[in-house]
């Protein structure tokens, strides 16, 4: 079945630029999408994008997908504290949603 | 417009007892999903209700976990007996219609379980 991969943990300083990866094996998955988690909160979803796209921008992010190499990203322009939180990549292929396990963002000052 | 509530928020019990969480979904949406979040990892589909009828409960441990949306709005996760590797957060998310493009899944804040 479908297997998403994300790295652990990332730490980054204030006003500086995130960049977090995920990887997933079903190259049929028709959309991407990027969850945010907050202590104690369920997710929030940033942003998707469909499997015939290869950049989406808003506002401060902005999502890459490499389809041949089934590799997506996100990045946090000026990133702040309120940014600090897990951030989740999930695909979809038919109607699931698969998750990976999330990268935690630390953002010092 | 309202999200998706969930009650517990908290809930503690002993392993061999039994639980029941309850969605509310944000109204009209067709689709109701329960995901089991273990500490440290992604959410994990549980099951998938589209009105009142089960679409996935491949991964539901039907020996203990039960779950059920009558008259296609509300539902309820039940576990009975409870192990200890049942603790988790247990979400509910619900989206207008399944299949749809993008079909945004909107989340409840969880609840959290803790079996000793």
């Known amino acids: 079945g479908e297997d998403v991969e994300q790295s652990l943990f990332l730490s980054v300083r204030e006003g500086d630029s995130s960049v977090i990866n995920c990887t997933y094996t079903d190259s049929s998955s028709t959309y991407l999408y990027w969850y945010k988690q907050e202590p104690g909160a369920g997710l929030q979803l940033l942003t998707y994008?469909?499997?015939?796209?290869d950049m989406k921008q808003d506002q401060r992010l902005t999502v890459l997908l490499n389809k041949k190499d089934k590799h997506l990203s996100l990045r946090i322009a000026d990133t702040q504290t309120g940014d600090s939180a897990i951030y989740f990549c999930?695909?979809?292929?038919?109607?699931?949603?698969?998750f990976g396990t999330g990268t935690r963002l630390q953002v010092f000052p | 417009e309202a999200g998706v509530a969930q009650s517990p928020r908290y809930k503690i019990i002993e392993k061999r007892q039994s639980v029941a969480f309850w969605c509310n979904p944000i109204s009209g949406h067709a689709t109701l999903y329960w995901y089991q979040q273990i500490l440290g990892q992604g959410p994990k589909l549980l099951i998938q209700f589209q009105n009142n009828g089960v679409v996935d409960d491949s991964q539901l441990p039907k020996d203990r976990f039960s779950a059920e949306r009558l008259k296609g709005v509300d539902s309820t996760l039940k576990i009975q007996p409870a192990k200890l590797e049942d603790s988790a957060v247990y979400l509910c998310a619900s989206s207008p219609l399944a299949g749809a493009p993008g079909n945004e899944q909107f989340f409840g804040p969880g609840t959290r379980l803790t079996v000793l």
């Open positions: 999930a695909a979809r292929g038919t109607d699931k949603l698969i």
């Open positions: 994008i469909f499997s015939n796209m």
